[in-house]
């Protein structure tokens, strides 16, 4: 199975002559700026456990595991699966070009699955999720849902796109219900578990 999709990936590489270096290069290896209370809490040169929920290209999954090195516990989440049936197989090479960015780091691991499956797996006690999937109000909500019991007492819950509704709705929504103050910036948000 994995041989099969990585044939079909490589296959159809010509298909998309987009280099490693112009596909996303303005992100690459950036981390977003925001949540500097996750930054002060967590030091350079400490070893974290945690996940990106929504890869992509891989661009910010670089940046997270260049910030905050990991031992054997940075998980990468994303289906890549297209909008279209017809953009599949640029997705299956936005996953083929995540792959080889992501797997430079040793401490590393992707899923390819859908989130609430992904977090079946992943284990507990993750420092902070960065979430970053979808801007769909009920898929957001139950990402938090699914994502924050994995998250230990006292890390933190952070993600992207506040401007878009259906995250800003989900997200004071789910903090509301339990207490907890949302800090943010301009596109980033980000709680802490009690
Ligand atoms: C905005 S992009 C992620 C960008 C990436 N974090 C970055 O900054 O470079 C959103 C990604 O979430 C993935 N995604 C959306 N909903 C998902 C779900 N329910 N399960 C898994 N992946 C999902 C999409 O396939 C897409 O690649």
Redesign the pocket.
């Given at each position: 199975m994995e041989d099969t999709l990585t044939e079909v990936i490589l296959g159809r590489l010509e298909e998309f002559p987009l280099t490693e270096r112009t596909w996303?290069s303005d992100?690459l290896g950036k981390i977003?700026p925001g949540a500097p209370e996750i930054k002060k809490e967590f030091p350079l040169g400490h070893r974290f456990r945690y996940a990106?929920?929504?890869?992509?290209?891989?661009?910010?999954?670089v940046g997270l595991l260049g910030y905050f090195p990991s031992q054997n516990d940075a998980w990468f989440?994303?289906?890549?699966?297209a909008p279209t049936e017809a953009d599949q197989p640029k997705?299956n090479w936005?996953y083929n070009l995540a792959s080889k960015r992501i797997y430079q780091f040793p401490d590393a691991k992707i899923i390819r699955?859908?989130?609430?499956a992904?977090a079946q797996i992943v284990p507990n006690e993750l420092d902070f999720v960065?979430l970053?999937?979808?801007h769909d109000y009920e898929?957001v909500l139950a990402?938090i849902e699914a994502w924050f019991p994995k998250i230990k007492s006292g890390g933190w819950m952070w993600g992207?796109?506040w401007p878009h509704s259906g995250v800003e709705q989900a997200v004071t929504e789910f903090t509301r219900e339990y207490a907890l103050s949302i800090n943010r910036g301009i596109a980033q948000w980000w709680f802490q578990k009690p």
């Amino acid at each position: 199975m994995e041989d099969t999709l990585t044939e079909v990936i490589l296959g159809r590489l010509e298909e998309f002559p987009l280099t490693e270096r112009t596909w996303d290069s303005d992100k690459l290896g950036k981390i977003r700026p925001g949540a500097p209370e996750i930054k002060k809490e967590f030091p350079l040169g400490h070893r974290f456990r945690y996940a990106e929920v929504g890869v992509f290209s891989g661009a910010h999954a670089v940046g997270l595991l260049g910030y905050f090195p990991s031992q054997n516990d940075a998980w990468f989440v994303d289906a890549w699966i297209a909008p279209t049936e017809a953009d599949q197989p640029k997705w299956n090479w936005l996953y083929n070009l995540a792959s080889k960015r992501i797997y430079q780091f040793p401490d590393a691991k992707i899923i390819r699955a859908a989130s609430s499956a992904a977090a079946q797996i992943v284990p507990n006690e993750l420092d902070f999720v960065y979430l970053d999937a979808s801007h769909d109000y009920e898929e957001v909500l139950a990402d938090i849902e699914a994502w924050f019991p994995k998250i230990k007492s006292g890390g933190w819950m952070w993600g992207d796109d506040w401007p878009h509704s259906g995250v800003e709705q989900a997200v004071t929504e789910f903090t509301r219900e339990y207490a907890l103050s949302i800090n943010r910036g301009i596109a980033q948000w980000w709680f802490q578990k009690p």
